[in-house]
Structure formats: structure tokens, C-alpha cells
Nanobody, 124 residues
């Protein structure tokens, strides 16, 4: 059974940093493209970062490029999102997600499973 559990969400002030973690089980993590999404109430859920299996190549949405870093530890089956210089507009529920293949080349539509999410709230 595929299981993704996010942790690390918090409330903090703008300019701060936070690291989200995602613990994965029930599938072969090391051969899966993994990603982070976020949902702001009233808006569609959006993909913000993804990391290829094996190569470790990454892709970021423009809204987080240069501030957020996605990484993975295949030995631990964990996914991370380091978030720096947080802004109030980053306030959202953040979700870890899995794509069925190792390549992330098909974009955000390739993701098929999400965790329950963790809340990040950034105040001015």
C-alpha cells in the first residue's frame, strides 16, 4: 500500500526558513519521480518542485525557484523540501507526491498519489 506522510509544517514570519520532510513506503521509492505540491484555498493545487529518480535532476516552478530546494534520500525513502526566504504568499498546505515512473518529464500531470499534507503559514 502506497503511503506518503509529510511533516515539518509550521507557522513563522516572512524571511524565515523551514524544511519539510516526506516519509514514503509501499513502493520502490528510488525508482519513482517525486514532487512537492501546494494548495492555497480558493486556488487549484499547484506543483512546485519535482526530482527525477536516479539522475536527481530537478525542476521548479518560477514562484519558488531560487528559494526552495527539493532533495531525496533513497536509502531512507524520504523526500525533502528546504524552503528559504519564505513569503506570506507561500502560505499553503504542502503535499508530497509520487509519479509512477522514474522520469518527471511528463510534468505535473504524471503525479498520481499525494500524502495528507502539512500546513505552512507565513505571517508578514
Amino acid at each position: 500500500q502506497v503511503r506518503l506522510v509529510e511533516s515539518g509544517g509550521d507557522s513563522l514570519q516572512a524571511g524565515g526558513s523551514l524544511r519539510l520532510s516526506c516519509s514514503a513506503s509501499g513502493f520502490t521509492f528510488s525508482t519513482s519521480c517525486m514532487g512537492w505540491f501546494r494548495h492555497i484555498p480558493g486556488k487549484p493545487r499547484e506543483g512546485i518542485a519535482r526530482v527525477w529518480a536516479t539522475s536527481g535532476n530537478t525542476f521548479y516552478d518560477d514562484s519558488v525557484k531560487g528559494r526552495f530546494t527539493i532533495s531525496r534520500d533513497d536509502a531512507k525513502a524520504e523526500l525533502y523540501l528546504q524552503m528559504n526566504n519564505l513569503k506570506p504568499e507561500d502560505t499553503a498546505k504542502y503535499y508530497c507526491a509520487r509519479a509512477p515512473s522514474g522520469s518527471c518529464a511528463n510534468g505535473w500531470r504524471s503525479f498520481a498519489f499525494w500524502g495528507p499534507g502539512t500546513q505552512v503559514t507565513v505571517s508578514p
